[in-house]
């Protein structure tokens, strides 16, 4: 700092040795005029033009370090994990009543509900729930359904009718085969009933409507059944040697077998309006 004030005053120095130089060679009192080049001073010194002064930089504050240990304000902790608590027993929900139902199959319909009993079924679709079904299909595994009753649990029913199908099925020491194109399906027939109960008849064998084939027309159904099952030549011919002799279509080695029972329940709602629900059941053969 203090040469920086001394070569101002050097500076200082020579400006007024020219001045007075200036006035002594010029009249006095006259002004200075601008852009008098004796009255202009010009550094050309190098030294005198260098910087002397480093560029000023303010200096980094330094973060105080903290050790590894130093635990963290209570704002930024981790809370501490929550320790299993023990689980409360809480009572079950208790779960409604359901009314009992008799034993065998209990389909029940919005409009109505039936009861066939002691049977043993399974559905063959996957609908469980029947009440805006009109229909609903099973496959009876046990019991018996000639002589037994369909039950009227609850609606208005005021005529119950019956349909079946039947196949005609070789038995012999080859297997059975069923005569797909011999099957029959009757019409519909009412069921004699009491109250709210009607008896299934007419299914034994002894009455078991079927088509009246000819001999002809027998083999043509052998023939077909062979090829639908994609018989060999040979095996087909078989089946046909072991007709050879049979006249009618109940004539062993073949038989009258019932495929499938059809039940139509008529009926009026609680508004009064007729209504019609249908219950199939399958007959493994």
């Known amino acids: 700092m203090r040469t920086r ?6 500076v200082i120095c020579g400006i007024g040795t020219a001045c007075n130089d200036a006035n002594s060679n010029k009249a006095a009192g006259k002004p200075i005029v601008l852009g008098d080049s004796a009255t202009i001073v010009t550094e050309t010194d190098p030294q005198y033009l260098k910087d002397f002064v480093a560029d000023i930089q303010p200096a980094k504050q330094q973060e105080p370090e903290v050790p590894a240990d130093t635990a963290k304000p209570a704002a930024q902790q981790e809370p501490a994990p929550e ?17 009992p139902q008799a034993n065998g199959l209990n389909v029940a319909f919005k409009d109505v509900s039936i009861l066939i009993p002691n049977i043993e ?47 005609i099925v070789i038995k012999n020491n080859l297997g059975e085969l069923p005569l797909e194109s011999l099957s029959n399906t009757t019409n519909w027939q009412p069921l004699n009933g009491r109250g709210n109960s009607y008896t299934i008849s007419g299914l034994d064998n ?19 059944a062979a090829r ?18 049979v006249r009618v279509a109940n004539q062993p080695p073949m038989a009258v077998m019932l495929r499938s029972v059809m039940w139509k329940i008529e ?19």
């Open 5 to 10: 004030i001394f070569y101002l005053l050097l």
């Open 83 to 99: 320790q299993a608590q023990p689980e409360q027993a809480t009572a079950a929900p208790k779960e409604e009543a359901l009314a």
């Open 121 to 167: 079924t399974k559905g063959t679709g996957r609908q469980r729930d029947y009440k805006n079904a009109n229909g609903a299909s099973f496959q009876l595994e046990d019991g018996k359904l000639n002589g037994n009753q369909i039950k009227i649990t609850s609606g208005n029913v005021q005529k119950v009718s019956q349909r079946y199908q039947t196949v």
């Open 206 to 224: 002894r009455h078991l409507d079927y088509i009246k084939a000819t001999p002809a027309a027998i083999r043509n159904a052998v023939t077909r």
């Open 228 to 245: 639908n099952h994609r018989m060999s030549r040979a095996t087909e011919q078989k089946w046909l040697n072991s007709i050879k002799h």
């Open 267 to 285: 009926g009026k709602d609680a508004r009064g309006r007729n209504y019609q629900k249908q219950i199939r059941m399958d007959i493994p053969l």
